[in-house]
């Protein structure tokens, strides 16, 4: 496990980029020829490249986070893949999020780590997702989670300025998830989670009420589920695992402002998070990771980018140690899959393993199924 200031407990930050992420256009080859003739439509030009080495650099709109990392607080993750890459939405992201590639799984990686850190179900926000719905990734029997869709509204009809009606809703709530014709393991899981669902919105409450920030965060999506995630943080509700998505990064088309406005918002919200942390003295425990399914073909389609392989994922924190990690897929055509792929350098649940038992402590093995080559990116 890291060793944390202060002996506070790891925690861990995972934000997801739904839709393929373009790792190419992210950490730019911006020297290769061969990048250059693939993309004559998207491909980043070098007044657009903030340079790393000789090779590589970052996409200009991803400025913050070169900020970061040239404090040293950023680990590159290049080539991150796995075995005959799915190109599917659906069936990519079900396998990164319960790490079974070749079967569909029924328990997520995040869960398992849940069930790991509170066996006992003790604390509902043991983790937490900052978004709506419930990530595959954080779904397992006998788990138990918190997601919030807007933690300022979150609870049932909190705004409502009579307790009566909020009194009433909330009984009606409890009603619809007790068992009242007989019982059943369905039924029990359901009660249970609506019970869970009214002591997370109880206690998150105090998240909002004891905060203030000198950091004024934008207001797209990522950004408001980030400083949510910084509320929730320095409230000290126990909260080991936040989870939260940033979506739009299907690029079959008009990848260029797309990926431009995405990127910039993502690293526009990451280093605002971090220096809100930074502020509080709140960021030496926490880690942060960015995954996304799976990366682009090395072709562009006259628009944007189809799905690939190859991609790439960001290990953030106080506690790394900074730089490039695995090996930049090669761009050499003779080593493409199938004439248009990147081919992968690591697989993804090497990256897990490596947060899960160098960051969280944890024993990676049953949690993602196997033994992966990790990396080293902690002090």
């Known amino acids: 496990m890291a060793v944390t200031a202060g002996n506070k407990s790891p925690v861990l930050v995972v934000i997801q980029l739904t839709g393929g992420n373009d790792f190419m256009n992210t ?7 061969v990048y250059h003739d693939a993309r004559p439509t998207v491909g ?3 007044e657009d ?18 900020e970061l ?40 990686w995040v869960a398992r780590a849940v069930r790991e850190l509170d066996p006992h179900n003790q604390n509902v926000l043991t983790c937490v997702n900052i978004g709506r719905g419930l990530p595959r990734a954080m779904a397992a029997p006998g788990v138990t989670v918190t997601s919030v869709g807007d933690l300022d509204n979150y609870g049932l009809m909190t705004g409502m300025t009579a307790q009566a009606q909020r009194q009433q809703a ?4 409890k009603k619809t998830y007790t068992p009242t014709n007989g019982t059943g393991a369905v039924m029990d899981y359901l009660a249970q989670t609506g019970m869970n669902v009214l002591e997370g919105a109880d206690r998150l409450k105090a998240a909002p009420a004891g905060y203030s920030s000198e950091v004024r965060y934008a207001g797209d999506p990522i950004a408001r589920n980030l400083r949510d995630i910084a509320r929730v943080h320095l409230a000290d509700l126990g909260t080991r695992i936040f989870y939260t998505s940033h979506g739009g990064y299907d690029y079959h088309a008009n990848e260029v402002p797309t990926h431009a406005r995405l990127i910039s918002e993502l690293s526009t919200a990451i280093r605002d998070f971090y220096q809100d942390l930074e502020d509080h003295g709140a960021h030496h425990n926490v880690a942060i990771l960015v995954f996304t399914e ?14 690939g392989s190859g991609g790439g994922s960001f290990i953030i924190g106080d506690g790394v140690n900074g730089g490039l990690y695995a090996d930049y897929p090669s761009l050499d055509p003779n080593q493409w899959l199938d004439g248009e792929d990147l081919t992968h350098t690591i697989d993804f649940r090497g990256v897990y393993a490596t947060l899960l038992e160098q960051w969280m402590g944890l024993d990676a ?3 993602v199924g196997g033994s992966y080559e990790q990396i080293q990116p902690f002090h």
Do not use: W
């Not at 490249?49 to 070169?66: R, S, V």
């Not at 799976?294 to 799905?307: E, L, P, Q, V, W």
């Open 44 to 46: 980043i030009q070098e």
């Open 365 to 367: 093995v049953p949690i």
């Open 294 to 307: 799976f990366g682009r073909r090395i072709r562009d389609n006259g628009s944007g980018t189809d799905h």
């Open 27 to 33: 950490l730019v080859p911006y020297a290769n020829g």
């Open 170 to 173: 909330l009984d009606l709530f």
């Open 69 to 108: 990392y040239d404090r040293g607080k950023v680990a590159i993750v290049q080539g991150v893949g796995y075995p005959n890459s799915n190109r599917s939405h659906f069936r990519g992201m079900d396998i990164v999020h319960t790490c079974e590639p070749e079967s569909v799984g029924t328990e997520g």
């Open 49 to 66: 490249i903030l340079p790393i080495d000789d090779t590589l650099g970052f996409y200009a709109k991803a400025a913050p986070l070169k």
